[in-house]
């Protein structure tokens, strides 16, 4: 994980539960207007999509930042 940060973001449960719920209701949608066979397709691929893309988002999300000379590595 420390080698990979982004692998933090990608076990973080909330985002995968979100994912989830998010495509189950896009696979519901599909199956009752197309067919059932294609709304699997759309979980399948579409909480692969949600997860990676959730889990980047929040990787991506901008940090806190701090004044450069506010370090004690610097003046004598």
């Known amino acids: 994980v420390a080698e990979r940060p982004v692998v933090k973001h990608l076990l973080d449960l909330r985002i995968v539960v979100k994912a989830l719920l998010i495509a189950a209701v896009i696979t519901l949608i599909v199956s009752i207007l197309l067919s059932p066979k294609l709304g699997a397709i759309v979980l399948v691929?579409?909480?692969l999509g949600l997860w990676v893309g959730l889990a980047t988002r929040d990787y991506n999300r901008?940090?806190?930042?701090?004044?450069?000379?506010?370090?004690?590595?610097?003046s004598s």
């Open 45 to 47: 691929l579409g909480f």
């Open 62 to 74: 901008r940090r806190p930042t701090k004044p450069a000379d506010s370090g004690d590595s610097g």
